[in-house]
């Protein structure tokens, strides 16, 4: 009883820096309608400056408070900035793009922290005055867990005082529900926005701050708060901080209970072994109970659609035929035009085309937008990695073990996806990535855990780099046409008509739900033939290959060429993949020079490239 | 006759808003009912909860003679319901032939198929339909681009592609131009009649209504206040009091 009441109060001042990030990221979402994936290197920033400003100024209480502060403000002024200088300029456009520029933060902060604080990890000063631990009810707790405990309901507070008891906060709310009327009150609503960042910024880089006698500052901790703060806003439901409260405690507290009876067992596995699991098996269990969160409101989803519609699909003409064609020709002559670094670097492209095609296919064809799918391509490659690896199978038989398994995920996933629709879809969908990347990282008996499993090699006939470009390439090509004719068949003009509208769609017969679930079947079987080559060619699988960025990566392959062409994985994919590597092999600083073109691009092209040349080719006034 | 729609008691209340009260609505074969009434009357609701797209708080829907409460629109539609929306929908991404072509695919249950081309299935037999509802030569223009009576036009089709007993048409000539809208309606009238398909429309222009309708039922916040021929329904002192009075301003 003492042990689980212990537990409890530990569960709960856990919850409190959680909380911290999610109130700010939930905050931000209510008001601008943005997804700010940065909201963890905000977090992350926080804890760094806090560490460095804590030293600066000696550990007394005015000094590691002070810190806290000041980091906490610079934190909020970082954020600030980044929406005055990028976000403003794309609050029209699609809010993937929104996305992905925040995306782009979050790979220049990595950068930037590493140049800055170096790779070590940062061990977090003790606050004065709040070590040791202190008795209650006969139970040792640590000080600084009581003020944890404390400090969340206060920001709640505090935070509940702005947003009802101000003007600011009034304004705030109302813009929430109808920025309209904002501006018709003649607030300038520019700089209601990046208040309301500043605030979210300030709340992250607190909670970063925050938890640093209890924790360190490192180099990871950016990505892996950012899936948890997700879930509990997810949870919390999107735009209300009561409910990311609620939520952080309720995800705290199961994660800490699973931690700390590690050794229990389920069925064989391991309390531990479930604890990150856990936490995206109650946000889609929750999910399927109230598709929008625990006490968020429900999104009205309309018919409607915003901005000019999707474009017709022509079938190919003659001008793409013969460029196919050429396409062809110059594969088929690759191995002697180039050497067999290249080559490899181009098989790789190649499967990552497949895999961005078959996310076009889901997005662009079928309108489902998601965030995790590196899932199937990750699932494909544990299909491979498994089937070798404790069935010792042959890759010609592994190979189908690929798509099988990734199918059976995204059967699985997509069960769950289709029920819902827009940002709680999406994030559904990284939960799902994230649920497939931590079975992979923490069933280590299975999987292998961090390391994966290697020593997965083609065989003899195929072990050649050329030979083995060859045969990915083949079966890439022919996936590639398997996806766009399936663009062309009656399947995937329901689709398209279930994604033009839901409404006329479900007047003529069409369960349109049925058949998304089936497009992300079809989807993470393609993703996983690419998964599946891709273990071959790099003799290994890791969790990297479920990771978020991988996901991230998928999208901006299919941005990069424009969501709605069937050609553009092919120039998205291929482009981004061959850059990506050539930056990894020029620069330690890959990340940041990669996050800044995302940015870039974002800003400069808010309708995509392919937008972009389209707009382009209509001003040079030609017809084709 | 044989009866092809009967409505008993129907209800529905969005929080506060009694929007449709207690409504008995039925329709023969071959027969056009208009429901007519001021804005906000109820009469998209009534169409809506009808074809199933929303749930009656009360009250029975029979579709030829099968309670068709509780079932998905597009269950309803299986049935036989064919409908057109006060806001024209239909797939901006296709053409106006492909559309319809969707209609056919979809009643021919066609819509699961991987191989193929969804352009070459029932391509005559919608070029046909299109032929009927007037809208031939712009079979190949995108229905994101149609103009509004186009579109109007290309939804009546649509409905009408896998021969419904039922069509439920919601303001089918809103934003015509009156000698649009005298073509639309007669050509529908042709071929409901041919066809026998009773028609349950609503429509704000009393031209429309008074030519057209077999009869004409009128629907005041929510609730039933007249139902009959139209000579009958023009000279009824309630109708003319809440609606037809005012209608002179209002049109
Ligand atoms: N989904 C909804 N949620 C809340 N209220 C609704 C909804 N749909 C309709 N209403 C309300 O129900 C009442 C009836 O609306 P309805 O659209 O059925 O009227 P109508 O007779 O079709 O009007 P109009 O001639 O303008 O099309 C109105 O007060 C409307 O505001
Ligand atoms: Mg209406």
Known sequence: MDLLLQQLLTGVASASGLFLVASGLTIIFGVTRIVNFAHGSLYMLGAYLAVSLIDLFGGGHLGFWGGVILAMLAVGLIGALFEITVLRRIYQAPELFQLLATFGLVLVVQDVTLLIWGPQDLLGPRAPGLTGATQIFGLRVPVYDLFLIAFAPLVLLVLWLLFNRTRWGILIRAATQDQQMVTALGVNQKWLFTGVFFLGAALAGLGGAIQLPKGDANLHMDLQLIAAVFVVVVVGGMGSILGAYLAALLISLIRVLLITNAQLTFGGIAAWQMELVSMFLVMALVLIARPWGLLGRREVASDQRSGTPEPRLRPADATLRIAGGLLLVVLLGLPWIVGSYFLSVATEALIFVLFAASLQFLMGVGGIISFGHAAYFGLGAYGVGLAVRHWGMSMEVALLAAPLLAGVGALVFGWFCVRLSGVYLAMLTLAFAQIAWSIAFQWIDLTGGDNGIIGIWPPDWASSVTNFYYLAGAICVIGLLCLRHLAFSPFGYTLRAGRDSPLRADALGIDVRQHRWFAFVLAGVFAGIAGGLFAYLKGSVSPETLSISLSIDALVMVLLGGVQTLTGPIFGGALYSVLKNELISLTNYWRSILGLIIVLLVVLFPQGLAGAAESLRGRLGTSR | ?251
């Open chain 2, 1 to 251: 006759m044989s009866r092809v729609l009967e409505v008993r008691g129907l209800a529905k209340a969005f929080g506060g808003v009694r929007a449709v009260r207690g409504v008995d609505l039925d329709l023969q074969a071959g027969e056009m009912l208009a429901l007519i009434g001021p804005n906000g009357a109820g009469k998209s609701t009534c169409f809506n909860l009808i074809n199933g797209q929303l749930q009656p708080d009360n009250g029975s829907v029979r579709f030829l003679g099968r309670d068709v409460v509780g079932l998905p629109p597009r269950r309803i539609w299986r049935l036989g319901v064919g409908r057109t929306f006060q806001v024209a929908a239909t797939f901006a991404s296709m053409s106006a032939r492909e559309n319809v072509q969707m209609a056919f695919l979809s009643h021919h249950r066609r819509l699961r198929r991987l191989v193929g081309y969804a352009g070459d299935a029932y391509k005559q037999e919608a070029c046909d339909l299109l032929e009927r509802v007037e809208m031939r030569a712009l079979a190949d223009r995108a229905a994101g681009v149609l103009a509004y009576g186009d579109v109007k036009r290309l939804e009546l089709a649509m409905a009408l592609a896998h021969g419904p007993r039922l069509l439920l048409m919601d303001e089918p000539t809103a934003g015509m131009a009156p000698q649009e809208r005298r073509s639309l309606m007669t050509l529908t009238s042709e071929i409901v009649r041919k066809e026998g398909i009773a028609v349950l429309f609503t429509e704000h222009d009393m031209d429309a209504v008074f030519s057209h309708a077999d009869r004409i039922a009128v629907l005041d916040r929510g609730e039933k206040i007249a139902d009959g021929r139209p000579e009958e329904v023009r000279r009824d002192s309630r109708v003319q009091a809440s609606y037809l009075g005012s209608f002179g301003a209002q049109s």
